[in-house]
């Protein structure tokens, strides 16, 4: 019988493999940990090769460390980091360019030239402007800047996928590549009302409709992996990591809205069957369609630095000795001393995009210590949450109940109680450690009969932690104000 499935889960800074059983728990998990490069202020870049290496190693180790029969594995699903994509030579597979990352800034200049008329087409068919991060400014960038990239694209030399498309490649040998709607639909190439990709979009930003990847559900068949000493299993199962989580969390309703923190935070609204205009910075996206036709679009802001505001202390400005050691340190004061840390390193999200404004730490005095500034990175997290969930909830109508919380970053219980009180409702924090691989493997499991039923996935949850808000709204109210006023200064310089 086949009952376990093999999960990938590639972010940012790591490709992590899971085996998970029938029963929900993950009998191995394997991590490594690539290379981040930053070529330029306001570029991040990482090696699609190294990655496709690394994530074949963990997958033979995951095998071989649990001994599980190989003839047991069910699938492997895929859930990756969205708007990070890959140009890859069609014939050998290898990228022709380092992976432009998700926060990388450099489609700016290709957004500004575009016409005003050209920018409310984008808008109407994406249901949001035109970003100089999302993918299709960066690939236009890619074509126009790379020598003989574009003749290449042109005489069908090169391929374009997101990080899943890419890997999806490699790992079935180059016979299928393919994307799920999920993943397109943050390429602003995408159209959201069709489904498709669109001929205006791909004209606007010069891209040839032969180097995109054919559309699947996320349940979808994505080949046979095929790499030497793995089992032949099918792929299926491929989601956006956001996305996957949520799914993972059971955020099948309209309405559920959870955050996943991590180098960056997420913030997901489950909008309901049709998709809808979001509010300003909120991108619209397709969690998931299935095979079946069901369909869930979602709301997505992304606060681009939180845990990575953690990691600046630790390894830029050697503050704290690891991550981990950021609650102790803040404990240490009451409260942030009238401090704010904005991390804004390329430009600020919301309440508006701001891509011009720079990080900035305001509000010390000669009695403000290492722990207040520590206290307020950790603090910036649940202020950026908090102006995206109220952009989120006035556009929509719909009063946020409840906050499902997930990612690495949930461990630090302080950031927690203080994003329930910013925000005063309550915070459930799952203690499935990785729900996008989960919910990725959930899917898979779904189309393979590992598991039956929506009903089943939310009984392999284990129980989550509750924070309800204590903080008195009179103290809300002046925090608040505080963070808009240091964002403002962010804005202004």
Known sequence: MRNYILSIDQSTQSTKVFLFGEDGSCLKKITAVHKQYYPKDGWVEQDGEEIYQLACGALHQALSETGVDPAQIAALSITTQTDAFVVWDKKTGIPVYHIIGWQCNRG?????????????????????????YLVAAKLCWMLENIPGLRQKAQAGDVLFGTIESYLI??????????????????TQLLNMQTLCWDKELLAYFSIPENILPQLKATDGDFGLLQVPGLPEVPITGVIGDSAAALFAQGGFEKGSVKVTYGTGASILMNVGDCASPPPPSVLPAVGWKMKNGETAYLWEGTAMYVGDVIQWLVNDLQMLSDAASSEAQARKVDNNGGVYLVPAFNGINAPLPYPEARTILTGMSRSTTKSHIVRAALESAAYQIRDFACAMSEKSGCRIAQLLADGGVTKNSLLMQFQA???NIPLIRSQQEDSSAFGAACIAGLTTGVYQNYDQIRRLQQSPDTFLPQMEAQTRKKLVSGWEAAVRQAICR
Do not use: C, W
């Open 108 to 132: 700016e200049e290709i957004v500004k030239r575009l016409s005003p008329q050209q920018a409310e087409t984008i808008k109407q068919k994406t249901m949001s402007p035109p970003q100089g």
């Open 169 to 186: 490649y490699r790992f079935t040998g180059g016979r299928v590549h393919a994307s799920d709607y999920g993943n397109a639909g943050y």
């Open 421 to 423: 009180d910013i925000l």
